[in-house]
């Protein structure tokens, strides 16, 4: 970090965002939707169904959060640190690592106070798991980091 300049300022932003956004959206799902089965937004094709998971993505690993916190929070510790010793790293670098930091912590923040994370995005079309906003984020950063290994090309001489 340089003073009067915030390094990798894309990455935080994304990070800040994506944590807020999914926080909020499973509140709003716990406070509105927890005593419904579910809620047709497009029946039969997209519905917000609150849903509690104890595992890992698809369920895997359920009943297991115990270890299963610890990886979130060191997952999101060592981003943080990455985040803040990281020099060059391009938007599409900044705005993935940011994605799944936002993923990561907002997971573990459920896992540490919930003991559970809130899912509730149901996509019946295809018959996918129900997950949540921090699930995305994930998955988004994946993308992004994709494309930063893929289309961008770095100066030469530089890592």
Not at 45 to 60: C, D, P, R
Not at 84 to 109: D, H, M, P, T
Not at 140 to 158: N, Y
Request: positive net charge; charged residues 15%; glycine residues 10%.
């Amino acid at each position: 970090m340089t003073f009067g300049k915030i390094e990798n300022s894309l990455y935080w932003a994304t990070a800040i965002l994506g944590l807020v956004l999914d926080q909020a959206s499973k509140y709003l799902v716990v406070q509105y939707l927890k005593g419904l089965r579910s809620f047709p937004v497009i029946d039969g094709v997209f519905h917000f169904t609150y849903a509690t998971n104890t595992g890992a993505a698809f369920s895997l690993f359920s009943g297991q959060i115990d270890w299963l916190k610890w990886v979130s929070m060191i997952v999101s510790l060592g981003l943080v640190g990455f985040g803040l010793f990281s020099k060059n790293l391009n938007r599409w670098e900044q705005v993935g690592y940011g994605c799944i930091l936002a993923g990561a912590a907002g997971n573990g923040i459920d896992r540490f106070v919930a003991g559970y994370v809130v899912d509730f995005i149901d996509i019946r079309i295809i018959r996918f798991a129900i997950f949540n906003i921090a699930d995305v984020s994930i998955n988004v950063g994946l993308a992004c980091l994709a494309i930063a290994v893929l289309f961008v090309t770095r100066p030469s001489g530089k890592i």
